[in-house]
């Protein structure tokens, strides 16, 4: 089966200091897949490298086996709902209906089966009274809804999703989770960063730990280990922070692609 | 002539200058307020002022080296010298440890300065067509002739063209730059478009409001119009006519009254605009806000009144004087006497001889209120496991705002209960 996401070496700088070091793997198809880590770990960042939002400096990653340009529509990136201003002027239906945008491009009109599934999508996320509503008047878990339907109205292959599970209440994390297994059980791969260790065993499949380099990467019962979360969580690396602080301090040239 | 005969006599255009002063004000403005818009909600006001304080080296330059006023000159000077600035800040900001705000204030002050010490050598220099240069600091629309009007035109026309032609992708970029770029928007592309005509547009609004007030009227039209409408294509084109009309208004009093720089009297109107939408706007105004409250209040104080009227025991007719009831209410004297004054106006009570009498509607309006107050204290006595005798003052609240609809989930929810937490009758 082709892999839905590989990374080589990925390797991405801020400001001379690396927030994702060499990460290197091959992710499956079909699968939920959790990315966790401790805060800082590089989990967006990873996120935005593997969508081409940030270049990496070392390294690249191909998604189906594909420059990420030739199977863009294929692939649908959900950012964390804090990272845009909500009081935007739009409405719920605005914002789901930029999911259709990434097949029609900057200028092509929206269609009467793009406007059907716009409809679809915010049933699917149960959002379908809101509709008309103005996104700065949603909760919380109402805006991370709207996002999930942007994405759905991709119609994409692959999701990244970055803490879709973030200020939700319980219930809508449940419906979340189903919704996101409906979609795994038609053949989607799904790529969630999630903070919760309680729940992960049961949301995912397969996993990849990380904390600045890649910790661990499997399926769930080999990786989710006491070891392997001591590792992730626990000792703070200190070896790996201090060269890190040096490399910063020092102003080092790390190596450029 | 008062002030209003003589601004009214400007819209006559009986001077031949006026025509000119009117298109070039309408037109340099109403861009301003399209390209503002984008300004505004990408929370990029502080480069607006950078770029409109940078202009002026570039307007010196193009003087000095034309050794004249001519407008495409100052145009392209103003617009080169106002680009550098903002790929300076920008590059700064990325590449130095320099906050984006640092960044800003410093570009700013040092590009202006140059700018101030550049006119000044002009004056000094005795140019005999310097005339206006200063003019640039505040504006001065009745130094624009027809040609400037052309050239505003025309290039006016190019940018509204390329936001209109963009705006989907301008949009999007503004509200989650992320995302846009991971569906193969051409963000650079976009923030190219937005920054070319910022950065034009800046240079040409200078001659009408000048490099100091430039930013208010980039940002000032688009935030009146955020107050009246929640959709960005609606805010647009108010952002345009707000801004156009403040530009010819405040054109026509500084014309007038010549002599007066006309920057100023533009952002006077424009924030006179802004004040009555913060203050009426249709979604957040303060007005709304206080004629709700009136509302709410007006409706608490009526329902409290006819609950006084409930009689538990025959569910039917009550009668009172008003002793009697203000004894049972815990209200001031003249809001009791206000709130049955309420409830005569709306036939819900008669007055007879001091006796105080519901009608069949006021029976109906007194048990709905105490319907209401007994389901929601049921509700959350059930679902909140609040103790009974915490329930009360909550419910007190809560009765004014239960519509209908509510009423009837609760009713379902609750199964149709016939009694409330303390064990009373919930009246149908
Ligand atoms: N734009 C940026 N410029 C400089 N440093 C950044 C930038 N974005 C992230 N970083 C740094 O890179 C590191 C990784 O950040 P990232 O946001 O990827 O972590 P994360 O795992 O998603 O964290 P969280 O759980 O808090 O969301 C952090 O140390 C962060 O401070
Ligand atoms: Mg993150």
Redesign the pocket.
């Given at each position: 089966m082709e892999p839905s996401v590989e990374t080589h070496n990925l390797t991405v700088i801020?400001?001379k200091?690396p927030?994702?070091w060499n990460i290197d793997f091959t992710l499956p198809t079909g699968k939920i897949i959790g990315i966790m880590?401790?805060?800082?770990?590089?989990?967006?960042?990873?996120l935005k490298a593997i969508m081409g939002i940030i270049e990496p400096n070392i390294g690249y990653s191909k998604v189906f086996d594909k420059e990420l340009d030739d199977v863009r529509t294929r692939v649908s990136y959900v950012p964390?709902r804090q990272s845009v201003d909500w009081d935007f002027p739009a409405s719920v239906w605005d914002v789901v209906a930029m999911g259709r945008f990434a097949t029609k491009g900057l200028f092509k009109r929206l269609s009467k089966e793009d406007n059907d599934i716009i409809t679809e999508s915010l049933a699917k996320v149960n959002m379908t009274p809101f509709t008309n509503r103005q996104i700065s008047q949603l909760s919380g878990g109402q805006q991370q809804r709207v996002f999930l339907a942007r994405a759905l109205a991709q119609n994409a292959d692959l999701y990244l999703m970055?803490?879709p599970f973030v200020g939700v209440d319980a219930a809508t994390e449940q419906a979340i989770i189903n919704l996101l297994k409906s979609m795994r059980d038609a053949g989607k791969t799904l790529l969630v960063?999630h903070?919760d260790l309680h729940t992960a065993q049961d949301y995912f499949e397969h996993m990849v730990l990380?904390n600045s380099r890649l910790v661990a990467e499997g399926p769930t019962d080999e990786v989710f280990t006491q070891e392997i979360l001591t590792e992730t969580y626990g000792g703070t690396l200190t070896t790996l922070s201090k060269v890190a602080s040096a490399l910063k301090e020092k102003d080092f040239p790390m190596r450029h692609k | 002539m008062n002030f209003f005969t003589e601004i009214a006599s400007f819209f006559t255009f009986s001077e031949p200058n006026v025509k000119v002063v009117f298109w070039g004000s309408l037109i340099l403005c109403s861009i301003s307020g399209l390209v503002g818009t984008f300004t505004l909600l990408r929370k990029r006001s502080l480069i607006g002022d950078v770029i409109s304080h940078s202009v002026l080296p570039g307007i010196a330059l193009a003087f000095i080296i034309g050794q004249q006023k001519n407008p495409l000159y100052l145009i392209i000077g103003a617009t080169v010298t106002g680009w550098i600035s903002t790929y300076l800040v920008d590059y700064i900001t990325k590449h130095s440890k320099i906050k984006n705000d640092t960044a800003i204030a410093l570009i700013l002050s040092v590009f202006f300065g140059v700018g101030v010490l550049l006119l000044t050598h002009i004056q000094h220099s005795g140019n005999a067509s310097q005339s206006g240069l200063d003019q640039f600091i505040f504006g001065r629309a009745s130094a624009m002739n027809m040609s400037d009007v052309w050239l505003f035109t025309i290039v006016g026309s190019i940018i509204t063209l390329l936001v209109v032609v963009f705006f989907r992708g301008l949009s999007l970029l503004s509200f989650d730059e992320s995302y846009s770029q991971s569906i193969g928007f051409p963000n650079e592309l976009l923030k190219l478009v937005l920054s070319i005509t910022t950065v034009v547009t800046v240079a040409m609004g200078v001659q009408a409001v000048g490099v100091v007030l430039m930013s208010a009227l980039l940002i000032t039209p688009a935030a009146c119009a955020k107050f009246w409408t929640n959709k960005i294509i609606p805010m647009a084109i108010l952002a345009v006519v707000l801004s156009g009309v403040s530009g010819v208004l405040g054109s026509a009093i500084s014309y007038t009254y010549n002599g007066m720089p006309t920057g100023p009297w533009i952002v006077v109107v424009i924030s006179l605009f802004a004040f009555i939408s913060a203050f009426i706007g249709s979604k957040h105004g303060l007005l709304k806000k206080y004629i709700q409250r009136a509302k709410n209040n007006t409706k608490i104080l009526r329902e409290n009144t006819i609950k006084l009227f409930f009689n538990p025991d025959t569910l039917g007719e009550t009668t009172f004087q008003f002793e009697d009831i203000f004894e049972k209410s815990n209200m001031q004297r003249g809001t009791l006497k206000k709130g049955l004054k309420l409830l005569k106006s709306d036939d819900l009570i008669t007055l007879d001889n001091g006796t105080y009498t519901t009608t069949e509607e006021g029976i109906n309006e007194a048990k709905a209120i105490v319907r209401k107050h007994r389901l929601w204290e049921l509700y959350i006595s059930r679902f909140m496991h609040l103790q009974p005798d915490h329930v009360h003052d909550d419910a007190e609240g809560i009765e004014h705002v239960i519509t209908p609809e509510i009423e009837k989930e609760l009713e379902k929810e609750l199964d149709f209960p016939t009694k409330d937490p303390h064990d009373s009758d919930i009246p149908y």
């Open positions: 801020y400001d200091k927030a994702i880590g401790p805060n800082g770990s590089g989990k967006s960042t990873l964390q970055d803490e960063v903070h990380l | -």
